[in-house]
């Protein structure tokens, strides 16, 4: 059974860099794609990006210039690193995993709730 | 900027059908858009129900089902039930990145 465990700093003062962690647990860590998704409180789901098994990442254009995804094949583990935030930043992260044949986001994390504030 | 439209809420009585949309501002939906539907509960992650258009995930339960809908991707659940009541978000993908849908609320009333 595949599940996703996320952790990270739950409160940031602007200016400072967002950082969260995933780890998998059952199933295989290569072959899949590795997401990251955001949720501001009360509002929708943004895409943040993804990694896939090979390393090449993507990001949401409106994200790209802060955002850095990696992954630690030795762990089972992949990361997010968002710089310079703001309030607007302020959201519940998860991590997710997809699969080819337009799979995007089959298991998700339990999110994380990242707090911007001065 | 790429924007992909869904109702913001329905209402469906119990026992009844209702088919939720989803567009773009790009123009029509089509396969090569890969959609994705989501259910979330509040205080609750986001569950997969339908990717690709119209395949179900094994957990997916048989009244949900996806397909494509004149210009749009549509979910269609049938058989509603009060615990359907919920969010839900379509995600179509454009090549370099996925776009989330703004969410429909599902009313069951």
């Known amino acids: 059974q595949v599940q996703l465990s996320q952790w990270g700093a739950g409160l940031l003062k602007p200016s400072e860099t967002l950082s969260l962690t995933c780890a998998v647990y059952?199933?295989?860590?290569?072959?899949?794609?590795w997401s990251w998704i955001r949720q501001p409180p009360g509002k929708g789901l943004e895409w943040i990006g993804e990694i896939n098994h090979s390393g090449g990442t993507k990001y949401n254009p409106s994200l790209k210039s802060r955002v850095t995804i990696s992954v630690d094949t030795s762990k089972n583990q992949f990361s997010l690193k968002m710089s310079s935030v703001t309030a607007a930043d302020t959201a519940v992260y998860y991590c997710a995993r997809g699969d080819d044949g337009g799979n995007s986001a089959g298991y998700w994390g339990q999110g994380t709730l990242v707090t911007v504030s001065s | 900027q790429t924007v992909v439209t869904q109702e913001p809420s329905l209402t469906v009585s119990p026992g009844g059908t209702v088919t939720l949309t989803c567009a773009s501002s790009?123009?029509?939906?089509?396969?090569?858009?890969?959609p994705n539907w989501f259910q979330q509960k509040p205080g609750q992650a986001p569950r997969a129900l339908i990717y690709s258009t119209s395949n179900k995930h094994s957990w997916t339960p048989a009244q949900f089902s996806g397909s494509l809908l004149g210009d749009k991707a549509a979910l269609t659940l049938s058989g509603v039930q009060p615990e359907d009541e919920a969010e839900y978000y379509c995600l179509l993908y454009y090549g370099g990145a996925w776009v989330f849908g703004g969410g429909t609320k599902l009313i069951v009333l």
């Open positions: 790009t123009g029509a939906v089509t396969s090569s858009y890969y």
């Open positions: 059952g199933g295989s860590f290569s072959g899949h794609y």
